[in-house]
């Protein structure tokens, strides 16, 4: 059995009207320019919510014709593309049907169950769930074989990424239409297997939860998480930011289920600080407050220190890790004199992999007063990290540091920590990418397009670790 999803008749149902319906029915009716728009029925159970839901679509629509970015011979066809169903039974001339109903397992299963009674066994029934197994909505179903997962993102029209998840049920050919749907859809699709989180929110625990640690174990907070893994690696936002975006309310449930999900996988494992800030009622942005107190704009109120305050700079270091020319060059743009043997007295200088400023100065017989550790991970221009062992000269380490913000970057201190703060956050998100990879929830390439897409990281997980190069990759883990 196959389904043609290109051909010019098709059909596709949507039940549910929310934002997440609004905008499947959106992309579905105005379609690719390749192949055009498709019919798209939708129907919800809130009397007149379908109907509301067509006008906001056109009104959304008209906006776009104002702007000169759509034709009104567009907005006409999609017009005639869009269609209210009354019932469900109105939607028994479906090639596909995609729920996108609140999340509720019991909710969706009944659901499933009455299309099933409506629809002929040859149209594909899909979930738009995040977070529920499609194999759990599928179970009580005479032909499973159908069901498939269609996970879009919000808002739909602007976020390209659409997880298509197969179940241990699920036909290829199904794959391979829903596959062939999204592209018409003029998404990106990418095929995932039915495990929690899917792909996007399982790869996506992996920043949170590796800056967590960080924020637990005491080495740095949560404003100098969130500077380096901006300013040194290129993500749009840190951790903490993004937590208090999405919710507190929404991340620390789904870290839980990921968590039992995976048999208390360590690398997946919540943070107790998560569960107060959950517990407290502190849920981000929405409430005003959550790692970050916000403004009635959303601005941050007082975030807290990332960088150090400028200091008279030493005039001589010694750089211990004279084979780094990344290090060589930061101490001599600075116009500082790099000594190669140790002097005594000026600040020493090292750039570990992986390792803390404490095991360094142990392993090389360094003196742990004078030495400072530097993280010349990614872009070093914005800013540097440093740390220091225990028991070390506040003095020596604040003049070594200002000889590193001469570059204008700005300088993080943090406490003694293996990785730092850019290396272990990275690793991190690389290692659980590879996992993915590895354990065929999808491929290397879905992986890395699906981070990108879904969670505007700046590269994905494998090609993260190919930025920090697979050696020092595998030494930081």
């Not at 014709?65 to 939607?91: E, I, M, S």
Request: with cysteine.
């Amino acid at each position: 059995m196959a389904l043609d999803v290109n051909r010019s008749d098709l059909v596709v149902g949507v039940v549910g009207t929310g934002a997440m319906g609004r905008g499947i029915a959106q992309v579905t009716a105005q379609g690719s320019p390749e192949s055009g728009g498709m019919k798209a029925i939708m129907f919800d159970a809130a009397a007149g919510g379908a109907a509301k839901a067509k006008a906001a679509i056109l009104e959304t629509l008209k906006g776009l014709v104002a702007k000169g970015r759509l034709t009104d011979a567009d907005l006409a066809k999609t017009d005639a593309n869009l269609a209210v169903a009354d019932t469900l039974d109105d939607l028994r001339a479906c090639h596909v049907v995609v729920e996108a109903v609140f999340e509720n397992l019991e909710v969706k299963q009944k659901l499933f169950g009455e299309l099933e009674a409506v629809v002929p066994p040859e149209t594909i029934l899909a979930s738009n769930t995040s977070s529920i197994r499609i194999a759990s909505i599928a179970r009580s179903l005479k032909h499973r074989e159908r069901v498939c997962g269609m996970h879009y993102f919000n808002p739909v029209p602007l976020m390209k990424l659409v997880e298509v998840i197969r179940a241990a049920d699920t036909a290829p050919w199904v794959t391979d239409a829903m596959v062939a749907l999204g592209k018409r859809q003029t998404r990106v699709p990418v095929v995932v297997g039915d495990t929690p989180g899917f792909l996007v929110n399982l790869g996506g625990t992996a920043i949170g939860t590796e800056g967590l640690r960080i924020l637990q174990e005491g080495r740095a907070s949560p404003a100098q998480v969130d500077a380096v893994m901006r300013d040194s690696c290129g993500f749009r936002m840190g951790p903490f930011e993004l937590m208090d975006l999405t919710g507190i309310d929404v991340n620390f449930p789904a870290r839980k289920i990921i968590y039992e999900g995976f048999f208390h996988d360590r690398r997946m494992t919540p943070s107790p600080y998560h569960e107060s800030l959950y517990a407290a009622g502190r849920l981000g942005r929405k409430t005003g407050g959550g790692w970050y107190a916000y403004d009635a704009k959303g601005a941050k109120v007082d975030p807290g220190a990332d960088h150090l305050p400028s200091v008279v700079p030493a005039t001589r270091v010694v750089v211990m890790d004279s084979h780094n020319e990344k290090l060589v060059g930061l101490v001599m743009a600075a116009g500082a004199q790099a000594l190669g043997a140790d002097d005594g007295r000026s600040p020493i200088l090292v750039a570990p992999i992986g390792k803390d400023c404490t095991t360094t100065v142990v392993e090389r017989g360094l003196d742990p007063r004078r030495t400072v550790a530097i993280d010349l991970t990614g872009d070093i221009a914005k800013r540097l990290t440093i740390m220091t062992a225990p028991g070390a000269d506040d003095l020596v380490r604040d003049a070594a540091a200002a000889i590193l913000a001469r570059s204008g970057a700005k300088v993080t201190l943090i406490k003694d920590s293996p990785g730092f703060i850019a290396q272990r956050m990275c690793a991190m998100i690389a290692n659980l990418g590879c996992e993915m990879a590895m354990i065929g929830i999808a491929s290397a390439a879905d992986v890395d397009t699906a981070m990108t897409l879904g969670l505007n990281y700046p590269r994905g997980p494998l090609a993260l670790a190919d930025w920090l190069g697979v050696k020092d990759c595998h030494e930081i883990l």
